[in-house]
DNA sequence: GTTTTGACGTAGC
DNA sequence: CGCTACGCCAAAA
């Protein structure tokens, strides 16, 4: 059987960030409300920090202002925003342009994991 | 079990 | 526009 079945929180915010599409963001508000922790943002970024960028495309996760709060965190300032725009998408001042319009709610194609 | 930390979110100034 | 403050929650020490 294939361990398809998430068991750790952190493990159900790699699912979720693992399916947001190509030129698209989400916010770790979210992901957090979709696991049903509406609460633990922080959480979520936290889990992207210790994960593998290479194997999460952490780049797509913003915050709720579409604001890159953790371009840092990718071994440059500006890495996360080449990668952005590398798929389409655009940014400015570190923030996602149009964001509104980019934004992927995980609840709106998925279903609840479990 | 308590304390600290954190890629958040909202509100206030 | 930037800072402070508070809330909210999970992982790590």
Partial sequence: MTKLAPKDFYHLIYEVVLQIP???VTSYGAIASFLGAKG????????????KK???????????NGLLSGKHHFGGPDVMQQLLESEGVKVEKDQVVDFKNRFWDPSQFLQPLG
């Fill in 40 to 51: 633990s943002s922080r959480t979520v970024g936290y889990a992207l920090t210790v994960s």
């Fill in 54 to 64: 290479g194997e999460i495309p952490a780049h797509r996760v913003v915050n709720r």
């Fill in 22 to 24: 190509e030129g698209r």
